[in-house]
């Protein structure tokens, strides 16, 4: 019974900043960052001069690409805090990096793909950063997969964690060989032109405006797992308390004490 | 140029529409689930105050 | 039977606190997740005192026994055995515990007395031939000592396990429903063979037949309604035998050597996995060439490299799951994570029969594509990638497959989480044997060869880390 008041008095989900004075806040200069990012991308930064306007496209493709990697850099920071302290917190933050850098990486994937069709004339090549992205992608659908198929919420946890730092460790290691191998089957490669100073400040308020907004999502999906994980305890309390019910409605019921 | 625009429209609109659904989505479910957890809550005070009276 | 002795005498190691019980639950919550089967039991128990915790079904006996047994986490409260805190120092307490639960947790391939030896190297027992014989005399399994586990009764595994558990001389022995599965005879035997096993180890056994409970326990404890509604109290003087002793830790590599060659045996036995996985690999090579057939022609070493190492790929995914699979479902990875060894020697093991495994399908695999593409594959370079792409690809997929094996769907997920984290093994595979067949200049290949070693020193380091926290919460 101590388990269930325990429970009981821990504080309720704390509102998610959409509703706050603090969501009035974020959300403002969120769209404020994506309108000044948006104008910067059309019409501030100029055409290049070899892809014309196509390169419009790679600021935010270049935006995404470095989130995703920093959402599951989160992942692995987050799940070594978890194996080490045990807080079902560092786990709740793993998961929510690790859907929101998914997300990421599939948005990096489509967009250099629809940027590689109208520059290079194909949808793919195994260019080692593609490859890599892609590599990366796969091995973070596996983590969410493999959640999904464990019962158990320690185990889950316990089994996720180690495989966010698998994921991550991997990534170098994918990197190297994809660069390697490469050179068996040269590829087109990237055309580099300079850049010029409005590019630059282009790129970096786009960059952070995607970061923000990154942020955002994995705080709104982290206060989601969170008030998961608090549902899924209070139903076996609401368990607990059934089975107590049932038995004491036998006899003499053992009174809880402090 | 118009191609290229095209194209341009197509990425980023991509993106948005993934993002923006994404946080519609989370934030909904947010509701969905803390609406729930208020409800299992009240059960259990009520289930706490019968037993006593 | 020969006591004289007044007060526990310091169990063997790391004893701080002589003066305290063999078994201590303080306000000790077990359960699952957060769902609590048993509420704050305190009890106590002294070197030499056996205690029953009666009640019926689904009172959460073998919930607590399993608790106490360092299989599952509690949920609150504390349990020492002896100075010892059950959850703090896990490995140093389970030299202490012996175990017999409901299923037996013995080795079917291996014979009575085999088991027996295995886990008095897993244990350090010192005299382990005799202390074997003693145990196997004790319980009157004598004359079945060369039997294997497989071929014994329902009762004589009972009784086995009972000498398994025991075997160590722990200082708390815990039987759940030992009555389960044992005749009369047996029953009414059981504080002899306990007397004779374990002199002085305390006894904790749960049973819902409160005969059982009378003849083999001095003392009992109710389990009612998710509680102990109520416990005799303590014998002032309990009897006391000869203190327990329990074995000396046993090294990293020992262990790891016991269990390699505890595996080898099994497999040599039961020649589960050879011919499977030799079969899978000879319709796989042979669809892939039959596929090929026209890219053959022109290319040969490409298609060598490709069809050789995604095979492979394949023939050790299902190696790997189904060798932690394996011992899964015949509950003795259970055994495993009672004895008081260093988890990863586990993992070890395993990759070690892995790696043989995938090294001899890779070979016949290697004759077989020689013939079918007409190519000499029987050569320093190819071999030397051969070696190395398997030590890479075991490792990668031992390590997923202890992981999938906590899951529901360990077959399905299998592919998923090792594909992708095998792709650069791949790579360097092709590219090493592409380099050697096509007759590049020497040491073209050296380069993937270092990456395939560094792929599997990551992520043995990796594995022998994070294994632990894998199996044991």
Known sequence: MSLASRALRRRTVRQPPLFGWRGLVVYTSLL?????????????????????????????????????????????????????????????????????????????????????RHVWGVWWTWDPRLTTTLVLWFIYVAYLALRMYIDNVDTRRRVAAIFGIVGVVDVPIVWYSVEWWRSLHPVQSVTRAGLTLEMVLTLVVTVVAFTVFCFVLIRQRYLLERASDEGEGLRDIVRNRHDELRLAGAGSAPEAGE | MTQELVFLFIGYAVIWVLLFGYLVFVTGRIRGVRD???DMRQELDAQRRQPSE | ??????????????????????????????????????REVSLSLNSGERVALLGPNGAGKTTLLRTLATLQPPLSGQARVGGTDLVGSKRVARRHIGFVGHTPHLIGHLTARENLAFLTSLYGVANADSRVTEALEVVGLADLADRRARELSRGQLQRLSLAAAALHHPAVLLLDEPDASLDRDGVRALPAMLDALCPGSAVLLSTHDPEVAAQVAGRRAVVDRGRVVQADQPMPNPAIGKAPSSGTATSFFGAAWTLLRKDALVEWRAREQA??????????????????????????????????????????????????????????LTCLRLAPIDQSAVFVAKYVVLVAHVLVVGLVQLALLSALLDLQLFQGGMLATLGLVTIALSAVTAMQSALALQSRAREMLMPLLAVPLAIPVMLAGVGATLETLQGAPAGGAAPWLGLLAVVAAVFLALSVLLYPHAVDG
């Open chain 3, 275 to 332: 011919p499977a996985l030799l079969a899978f690999a000879l319709l796989i090579t042979v669809l892939f060439d039959m596929a090929f057939v026209i890219l053959a022609a022109a290319d040969a070493p490409a298609v060598a490299a490709g069809v050789a190492w995604s095979t492979l790929l394949l023939v050790a995914s299902l190696s790997g799951v189904r060798l932690f699979g394996s011992e899964r479902d015949a509950n003795t």
């Open chain 1, 32 to 116: 404020i960052l994506m309108g000044a990012a948006l104008y910067m991308i059309f019409i501030y930064a100029p055409a290049e001069r070899v892809q014309g306007d196509a390169h419009r496209l790679l600021y935010g493709h270049v935006a995404v690409a470095w989130l995703a990697f920093l959402a599951f850099g989160i992942v692995a920071l987050a799940s070594v805090m978890y194996l080490w302290r045990r807080n079902p917190r560092w786990d709740s933050l793993a998961v929510a990096s690790a859907e929101v850098g998914v997300l990421f990486t599939t948005l990096t994937l489509a967009s250099g793909s629809i940027w590689g």
């Open chain 3, 1 to 38: 039977m020969n006591s004289v002795a007044t007060r526990p005498t310091p169990l063997a190691t790391g004893e701080p606190d002589t003066e305290s019980p063999a078994l201590t639950l303080s306000r000790l919550s077990v359960g699952f997740g957060r769902r609590s089967v048993l």
């Open chain 2, 36 to 38: 729930a957890v208020r």
